[in-house]
């Protein structure tokens, strides 16, 4: 029953409140649509729906020779109605300002003094896709395999010291 929702007219919250009312021995449907004040039909629509949305029990029974239907509650109060799927509900999104970010991250300037760019006369045509591309530069190529080749030797003196 949590997912589909009950939408009750104002009508069958009124029914089901006088079912409800009548408790255990539960209230006649001629009974419901008297005290209503709406005709048989409109009174028998009212129970099925209720009925159908497993809210009250409808019983065959007879009285004073007419066939009519007994009405009990299956719940205690009159449910709440169900919030709106998120779905359909409007999303506000709130702008936050975002948070500093410390970095702690130790540059080495040694290192980065010695990239070829910082003193390259091509640094301001250079580009992806250019004639001066990095992707392809030999200069920067070179530089990266020595850095690449220092990182490895510093990783494999490390390694010694604490074997040792
Ligand atoms: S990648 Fe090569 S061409 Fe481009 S700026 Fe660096 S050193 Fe110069």
Known sequence: MA??????SDLEKKALKLIIEAGEK???????????????R???????????????????????GRKTYRLTALVDH??????????KKEVK??????RAIK?????????????????CPHASKCGPGNFFDPATCPK??????KAARALERKGAKRATRVQS
Do not use: F
Request: proline share 5%; net charge positive.
């Open 3 to 8: 997912s589909d929702r009950l939408n009750l």
């Open 26 to 40: 539960g209230l006649l449907q001629q009974d419901l649509w008297k005290r209503l004040n709406i005709d048989s």
């Open 42 to 64: 409109d009174g028998s629509r009212i129970a099925l729906r209720l009925a159908k949305k497993k809210l009250i029990h409808r019983e065959l029974v007879t009285v004073k």
């Open 78 to 87: 009159i449910p709440e109605e169900e919030e709106e799927p998120e779905e």
């Open 93 to 98: 999104y709130e702008r936050r300002v975002p």
């Open 103 to 119: 970095l702690d991250v130790k540059v080495r300037m040694g290192l980065v003094a010695k990239i070829p760019c910082t003193v």
């Open 140 to 145: 920067l190529n070179q530089w990266l395999q």
